[in-house]
């Protein structure tokens, strides 16, 4: 009897040794066959009782040095097939195999400079403000030195909402200054890029719908030297470290004195000839000093604090970038268009 039992024993220790396992469903069986719950070693140690008492030491030892063989190999054999997933054997998945194209999104043209705009004014303390784009008349015009029927408000043609005069979209970003300036305390320092709503004719060059970008800088002590700089800091990110500047007396109702600025775009080419209209220069944005009566009304002292304040449209400086001959191109989402602009960032 006891011999029986030896030489199973015997048996199941060389069956772990000559097991073939080459990949993990192979040492998975392995696992179940000699360590599982059920395995072939554990039934063994049952038959104890059938063996002679001076022998049963020796085949307890026996029965010991099987599990740890099975163990050991077991062990071993998860290392190095671990180590080889790779293997397609092992995964099913080919490594070697050409993986699928991924294609990339674009942005649209406007986001990337307004992004640029952004960042370049971020990297100079800035913080971006957005806000909405359904505004009321006295954010809009009123608290920006705008009252009712003054005549700058024929400046800008404006969709009134359900029959309200009093509720509109926003005709520029200006109205955030006015959200600013009264939630917030000076020092202000603010970008505020958004879109905005005209009642106009569409054309290839306008069209009802566009983007600014609006900044605004309030503080003890602002003067039109640090906006003349800040602005000529911009316009050298923007458009080359050399360009040139120029700012060009103006008239906005919420500035004083106020100006637009054109940068030096150069008359190389035919293209530039009719760009700047032959003067080589092209308008970029309107700025000035923060009137006093914007700061009343948004309840900043005037005495105390002055500041300057600048907007301008993306649309026209995208199109410039990229060489866009119709603005209707890019409210379109025409994606063979907007395909063009991959990769851009
Ligand atoms: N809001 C003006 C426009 O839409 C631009 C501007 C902003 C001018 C701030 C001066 C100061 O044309």
Known sequence: ??????????????????????????????????????????????????????RKKEFGQLLNDVKQSAEE????????????????ENTGIDMTAPCEPISFGSRHPVSIVMNRIIGIFERIGFTVAEEREIEDDWHNFTAMNTPEDH???DMQDTFYLKDSTVELLRTH???????????????????????????ETISSRSHCQFHQVEGLYIDKGV?????????????????????????RPSFFPFTEPSAEMDVYWGLKTEDDHRITKGTGWLEILGCGMVDPNVLTNCGIDPTVY??????????????????ITDIRQLFENDARFLKQFSGVI
């Open 1 to 54: 009897m006891s011999a029986d039992v030896f030489s199973k024993v015997k048996e199941i220790l060389n069956n772990i040794q000559n097991e073939k396992v080459g990949n993990l469903n192979d040492l998975e069986s392995f696992r179940i066959k000699y360590l599982g719950s059920k395995n072939e070693i554990k039934s063994l140690f049952g038959e104890i009782k059938n063996v002679e008492n001076d």
């Open 223 to 247: 003067s039109f030297a640090d906006m003349k700089q800040t602005l000529l800091y911009f316009a050298r990110e923007m458009y080359g470290p050399k360009t040139d500047i120029r700012l």
């Open 151 to 153: 005549p700058a408000r």
């Open 306 to 323: 002055s500041g300057f304040a600048f907007g301008m449209g993306i649309e026209r400086q995208a199109m410039l970038q990229f060489k």
């Open 73 to 88: 190999k077991y062990e071993l054999l998860k290392a190095s097939l671990g180590s080889a997933l790779t293997d397609n």
């Open 173 to 199: 970003t200006s109205s955030v200054q006015a959200r600013i300036m009264t939630t917030q305390k000076p020092p202000i320092r603010i970008i505020a890029p958004g879109r905005v709503y005209r009642n």
